[in-house]
């Protein structure tokens, strides 16, 4: 294989992993956007998460990977927008037990 192909196959396989990484989470994201609910998530892990995509992302910036980076971003603003929600669930339950 030259350097071409493999290139070539590269770019394929992250094209094949970013569809196949968003249409994992696909049913994930419509319920939290629907319900609102994240109580099945943990905050430890979304925060781990974020991290290693910023990282992926960086690695994906560096390499010139634009699918890759289409595909972190979405994932990025998929778990920031849980992490926002834990926050703000979180923040309500606090207010309801001073209130009480």
Do not use: C, H
């Not at 994906?60 to 926050?87: K, N, P």
């Amino acid at each position: 294989m030259n350097k071409g192909d493999i290139k070539t196959w590269s770019k394929n396989t992250a094209i094949l992993a970013a569809i196949f990484g968003f249409l994992q989470v696909y049913p994930s994201i419509v319920k939290v956007i629907k319900t609102g609910n994240v109580s099945s998530y943990s905050r430890t892990a979304q925060i781990m998460g974020l991290i290693s995509a910023a990282f992926w992302f960086i690695n994906a910036y560096l390499s010139g990977d634009v699918t890759s980076m289409i595909a972190l971003s979405i994932g990025i603003g998929f778990s920031s927008y849980i992490l926002y929600l834990m926050y703000e669930t979180q923040d309500k339950k606090d207010k309801q037990a001073k209130k009480n």
